[in-house]
């Protein structure tokens, strides 16, 4: 079985994504079949900021550690860490030489803006023909600008598209039947459960930064637990984004 034939619309996989290789070995031992990394993970672990696509450097190394430990490896590349399309097919050519087998690259700039869509679909094109699994996330939903299923249909090129934030079942339903591609859905705890958004034809429903988070959690409430104090709740992505240095 390949990474791509995990993709059944109607049947979707949950993508844990891990930001270290103890998080990836811990959950590979796991039997999941096949882990992503979370660019928040990643710069929180090397003190950097997220989504500034500044961690090139550091998730190449991530990819090259974790790719023995015999499940599929997808790499978040946020938006490619350029806006050259050469200078991202020649990443994702790297990482497809240390055996990933899918690489997530997302429209979204730091700015809160998107990137326009012609130039996302030359990069979305420049990471093809390397073997491995092209993503296309869309940060409509996670920025509230521009119009989803635009930018849906306009990367149908890709091997697969990642909505992230798009929630309600029937919107997942529209964006699913939108397009021919497997759609990948991020998971929330409290949002539609594994079947409901197998119902909705959902492909592939990624954790994203939630386990850090969660293990943050974890490590700050054994902390205060040791002082006898109430353990914090999981952190959101803007609360553990806001720990991380300013980029520039």
């Not at 034939?5 to 109607?10: C, K």
């Not at 991530?62 to 590349?77: M, N, Q, S």
Request: charged share 15%.
């Amino acid at each position: 079985m390949s990474f791509h034939d995990l993709h059944r619309p109607g049947e979707p996989f949950l993508l844990p994504n891990a930001w270290d290789y103890g998080s990836a070995a811990a959950l590979a031992a796991l039997g999941f079949p096949a882990i992503g990394t979370t660019s928040l993970g990643v710069a929180a672990v090397h003190g950097r900021p997220d989504a500034a696509g500044v961690t090139r450097a550091e998730t190449v190394e991530l990819a090259e550690t974790i790719g023995h430990l015999g499940v599929f490896v997808t790499v978040d590349i946020e938006g490619g860490f350029s806006d050259d399309p050469a200078e991202v097919s020649d990443l994702v050519a790297s990482l497809a030489a240390l055996g990933v087998a899918g690489v997530n690259i997302e429209d979204g700039r730091p700015d809160g803006t998107l990137r326009p869509i012609g130039l996302h679909q030359e990069i979305i094109e420049a990471a093809k023909g390397h073997g491995v699994f092209v993503n296309a996330r869309t940060d409509t939903c996670w920025l509230r600008t521009g119009d989803t299923l635009e930018r849906v249909r306009a990367y149908a090129h890709a091997d697969g598209v990642f909505v992230p934030g798009l929630t309600g079942l029937d919107a997942i339903a529209e964006v699913a039947a939108a397009t021919p591609l497997p759609l990948n859905v991020l998971f929330q705890p409290d949002g539609p459960t594994m079947a409901e958004l197998a119902a909705a034809g959902v492909a592939r429903v990624s954790m994203g930064s939630l386990l850090y988070r969660a293990a943050l959690q974890g490590a700050l409430a054994a902390a205060l637990a040791a002082e006898g104090r109430p353990a914090p709740r999981v952190p959101t992505y803007a609360e553990t984004a806001a720990l991380l240095p300013e980029s520039g």
